[in-house]
C-alpha cells in the first residue's frame, strides 16, 4: 500500500497503463493535481521502480513517463479498482 497508498499515485499509473505519455499531457488527464504535487508523485513512482522517465534531448525538452514491468503488473488491482468506482456511481 506504500507504493499506492496516496490520492494521485493509481490515477497517474493508470493513465499509463495505455501507453506512455508526454508529462504535460499526463497531468493534463489528472484535473485537480498541482504542478509540485505532480512533480513529486512521479519521482516517487520513478523511485519505487513503477515508471520510467525518458528525457529527450530537444528544446525544448521533452520528458515522456511509462510503466515499468514491476508497474504494469498491478494493472489488474488499477482497472479492478476503476470498475468498482464506476459500479458505485451507478448505484
Not at 504535460?24 to 520510467?52: A, H, W
Amino acid at each position: 500500500m506504500n507504493l499506492i497508498g496516496t490520492k494521485w499515485k493509481p490515477l497517474i499509473l493508470f493513465h499509463l497503463l495505455e501507453g506512455g505519455l508526454r508529462s504535460g499531457i499526463l497531468q493534463k488527464k489528472i484535473s485537480g493535481i498541482s504542478n509540485k504535487m505532480f512533480t513529486q508523485t512521479v519521482r516517487d513512482l520513478e523511485k519505487d521502480g513503477l515508471i520510467n522517465r525518458k528525457i529527450f534531448p530537444v528544446v525544448p525538452p521533452k520528458v515522456e513517463y511509462s510503466l515499468t514491468k514491476r508497474g504494469k503488473s498491478l494493472e489488474h488491482i488499477l482497472r479492478s479498482l476503476d470498475a468498482w468506482g464506476l459500479e458505485d456511481c451507478q448505484l
